[in-house]
């Protein structure tokens, strides 16, 4: 066991309006298991890069370990896998690696194949194998999950329960659940670590809200109290001050000094009212800072004029000689949440593009219904380049709405100016997320939309389809988005 130090931490990218990270210090047990959340933009994958020494910053980090992160970069994806390990880490034992293998699940004959013939959840699972095979280092994971179906996603976190001393990002909470024993939060203002999975720190960080919430409309009666009566003691003050150099109804004389001795009395009676509430201002001010704002989000989808939107009977589709799904047969009904679910390359997407209208081969019955209108949410986010503006004019949207929405996923009106392309892959997905809620539809369909998107936006998203209850059609991993939205499951 040993540490890693980090203090005060201060760093921002050249050119950039704000600092990424601000004077911040924390510890990090190298045997810990650590999960790794916060906002999207919030400067995960940046920190793991300083981690590494990709750039230069203000403070230090300091360690008797190395660093090693994932995922790696390979340059001949041609390559046999078992020659692209050999590039990962050229000292590797053979059996060490049969074993890492083994306890992913993978089968030895992929060391013999070329690297690029593996499937995304293949891919991930041999870098993680060959990672793991790396002694002395404090290992970073940078979302592993966004390539794995669920039950890659469930033999890559058992796996990573076994193991420790590693970051590793993911905004999965069945995952995080899985293999961490401490989480690591980037909040509004600060870096926090809390013992225990990411279930355990969102009922505590839930608890601190509510306690903070309640506190903050405790002290805003407060204060208004307070100010009531400090300004009722100052007016009370001036009357008793004015009466000094005035007679009394029987005629007689004002005794100054007891007025004065009044009046000062009540002078400091308002000062204490006037220091008791900035006291509870500043108390005021220190509450709510690190609470995440979760706007609810609004959609309005067109009404179809038929119960039944589409309908796919016993089909099957087929590239050349090699059939991606065979024999799928179920209907889209108005107000349906059906996900698709199944391992990658069982013909998801395929599915997916059918019912938008690409020109996919299959054979069976496929029939949709007419004029129907489609939003579609696609997994690439490659082609997003250029301001949100000229974004929103391409896609015939409305740019007030369009960027509203966006607001509500955490967007900062600093985002607002960039390029799309600067963006985070999570940034990127929300964009493509609010361009769909803007879309006059009768139907959403939605490909891995969560990929890369941060928790609290995902709870967003959720409560939104579950309030508007919306007809959508969606492939997704994540089992607890899956297990709250899905009011129909479809096996592949």
């Known amino acids: 066991m040993s540490l890693i130090q980090v203090k005060q931490l201060t760093f921002a990218y050249e050119g950039s309006y704000d600092n990424i990270f601000d004077d911040v210090s924390f510890n990090i047990d190298t045997d810990w298991k650590l999960g790794f959340t916060g906002r999207n933009g919030r400067g995960k994958t940046t920190f793991l890069n300083l981690l590494m020494g990709s750039y230069e910053y203000r403070g230090s980090i300091t360690a008797r370990v190395q660093f090693e992160i994932f995922p790696f970069h390979i340059a001949n994806k041609g390559a046999n896998v078992l020659d692209v390990i050999g590039d990962i880490y050229p000292d590797y034992v053979h059996w060490e690696l049969m074993r890492e293998l083994s306890l992913l699940k993978v089968s030895e004959d992929v060391l ?14 041999v870098m993680l194998a060959a990672l793991f095979l790396k002694e002395n280092r404090f290992l970073l994971i940078d979302e592993p999950t966004n390539h794995l179906d669920m039950e890659g996603r469930q033999q890559v976190g058992q796996y990573l329960s076994m193991k420790s001393g590693f970051i590793l990002v993911s905004h999965d909470r069945a995952f995080l659940d899985q293999c961490v024993d401490h989480i690591l939060s980037i909040n509004k203002t600060n870096i926090e670590i809390t013992k225990g999975n990411f279930s355990d720190w969102w009922e505590q960080k839930r608890r601190q809200d509510q306690y903070e919430l309640a506190e903050n409309d405790k002290l805003k009666r407060d204060i208004g109290r307070l100010a009531q009566a400090a300004e009722r003691t100052s007016r009370w ?3 008793v001050e004015k009466t000094k150099n005035g007679t009394l109804n029987s005629g007689l004389k004002v005794d100054k000094g007891y007025v004065g001795h009044k009046a000062a009395k009540m002078m400091k009676r308002s000062k204490n009212l006037e220091h008791r509430q900035q006291a509870a201002i500043e108390e005021k001010s220190a509450l709510l800072k690190n609470i995440e704002t979760s706007e609810s989000l609004k ?6 004029h038929k119960s039944r939107l589409a309908e796919l009977d016993h089909v ?17 009904e108005k107000g349906d949440r059906i996900t698709l679910s199944g391992r990658n390359g069982s013909g998801k997407s395929s599915i997916l593009k059918l019912i938008c209208g690409e020109e996919i081969p299959y054979s069976g019955t496929f029939r949709i219904g007419s004029r129907l209108k489609i939003s579609y949410v696609s997994q690439d986010t490659s082609h997003l380049q250029g301001t ?4 929103a004019k391409a896609q015939g949207i409305d740019e007030s709405l369009f960027k509203a929405i966006l607001r509500k996923l955490d967007f900062s009106r600093i985002q607002f100016e960039k390029d799309m392309s600067s963006f985070s892959g999570g940034q990127k997905k929300k964009v493509l997320i609010s361009k769909s809620l803007c879309e006059q539809a009768h139907l959403h369909i939605w490909d891995e939309p969560l990929n890369f998107i941060d928790v609290i936006s995902r709870m967003q998203i959720e409560q939104l389809l579950q309030e508007y209850n919306p007809t959508i059609l969606f492939v997704e991993h994540d089992r607890e988005f899956c297990r709250h939205i899905a009011t129909k499951t479809v096996r592949l």
């Open 316 to 332: 099957t589709i087929q590239y050349g000689d090699k059939a991606v799904c065979t024999d799928v047969s179920f209907t889209i």
């Open 299 to 304: 959609l309005s989808q067109l009404s179809y």
């Open 112 to 125: 013999y194949r070329p690297f690029e013939t593996l499937s995304n959840g293949e891919q991930t699972k």
């Open 388 to 391: 949100l503006t000229d974004y």
């Open 237 to 239: 003050s001036d009357a």
